[in-house]
């Protein structure tokens, strides 16, 4: 009986301590947070970061000569004037769509707002 009693007592200590967890992470995605670590360390000051330079995407690329025109654009001519293939002219038009960067006007021409 002695060994059944301490076995329950180790599990509602493990029981708490899970309990606890839990909620620590709760709290952390409720805040769209990363888990805070519990172990005490001292802050080290790095210096700042030297700050590359901003890449233009192919989507920033493509929105652009879409926004520059103002009757709009075919993909024909997005493929020309960026060099990308098909496909990927394709699927950024879509997806900009999509997100309502872009709007049709009508079939396969597209214009920004």
Known sequence: MAILK???NA????????E??????????????KP????????VRKAPAKKKAAQVTATDQILKIIKR??????????KTKTGFD?????N??????????????GRGVYVGF
């Open 6 to 8: 301490k076995d329950l």
């Open 11 to 18: 599990l509602r200590n493990d029981f708490k301590a899970l």
């Open 20 to 33: 606890k967890k839990m909620e620590k992470l709760l709290k952390a995605a409720e805040s769209n947070a």
């Open 36 to 43: 805070q670590k519990t172990t005490k360390a001292k802050a």
């Open 69 to 78: 025109s103002k009757k709009g654009v075919d993909v024909q001519t997005l």
């Open 86 to 90: 098909d496909k990927k002219v394709r």
């Open 92 to 105: 950024i038009v879509f997806r900009a769509a999509k997100e309502g960067r872009i709007k049709k006007s």
